[in-house]
């Protein structure tokens, strides 16, 4: 499984092999930054959380895409999604169907645009049944083999089950699709079965723990020893999902 590192100070990506940016540590930035293989994530998440809209249209995230493309390998561009969790429809006051929507229309309106950077899709849901859904809806969107963000788990990471769920739900129907986890902490990590599904993921779950004990939640060595935790994690065999409600 590839992991990328989120990182806060933009320059220090390059001390990672893989690393995820989000566009709002970049709003204000001019120069170029050194950096590896990296994702772009849209920073989406905190707008809808905190307004309950996209703050940044299509048109502008496109360029935003293109003027940091040039730096290092950006191996995609998350597509503006719209999060289903119910603190995030509650603040919306949509269905998830109604996110889903949004969701694909997103990215239909920022392939074209971003061309020729990859943009990654995302699924969007709560319970498996969701998730398969949005499968269906995307259609021949989504090609054989295509890496899709799966949304929605990171507030699911004490439920390592549920995401187990989620994610046979989606393989039963699309096993050909490479699957990368938003926001997966050690905890869900733990469980081989989400291993063994999740084609790539990411987390800055480093920073929040720095914080919480009281060291430097922005170094990039706290970020790094995350990174050997991962790798080294001790990995359960048996699926976690048993008597868990998804």
């Not at 269905?95 to 990654?120: C, F, K, M, N, S």
């Not at 999740?198 to 720095?210: E, G, K, Q, R, Y």
Request: net charge positive; hydrophobic share 40%; aromatic share 10%.
């Amino acid at each position: 499984m590839k992991f990328f590192i989120g990182v806060h100070t933009v320059s220090d990506a390059h001390r990672f092999s893989r690393s995820m940016v989000s566009l709002n540590r970049l709003r204000t930035r001019k120069s170029d930054f050194r950096v590896n293989e990296w994702i772009l994530d849209s920073g989406v998440f905190t707008d809808v959380l905190k307004y309950g809209r996209h703050r940044t249209s299509v048109e502008d995230y496109a360029t935003v895409i293109k003027r940091w493309a040039r730096c290092g390998t950006l191996a995609a561009a998350v597509t503006q999604d719209w999060m289903c969790e119910p603190v995030m429809l509650a603040r919306t006051g949509l269905t998830v169907a109604e996110h889903q929507r949004r969701t694909i229309e997103g990215y239909d309106q920022l392939v074209p645009l971003a061309a020729p950077v990859p943009i990654l899709p995302v699924l969007q849901g709560w319970r498996p049944a969701d998730y398969v859904a949005h499968v269906r809806a995307y259609g021949p969107r989504l090609a054989p083999g295509a890496w899709v963000g799966i949304g929605s788990v990171c507030k699911r990471n004490n439920s390592p089950g549920a995401i187990e769920q989620q994610l046979l739900a989606i393989h039963a129907i699309r096993p050909d699709l490479r699957l990368h986890g938003f926001g997966v902490k050690t905890t869900a990590l733990r469980s081989g079965l989400i291993r063994s599904l999740l084609w790539s993921s990411d987390s800055m779950a480093w920073s929040f723990a720095a914080r919480y004990e009281g060291r430097n939640q922005n170094h990039w060595s706290e970020a790094a020893n995350y990174v050997r935790t991962v790798v080294t994690a001790p990995v359960r065999s048996l699926p976690l999902w048993e008597g868990e409600v998804s």
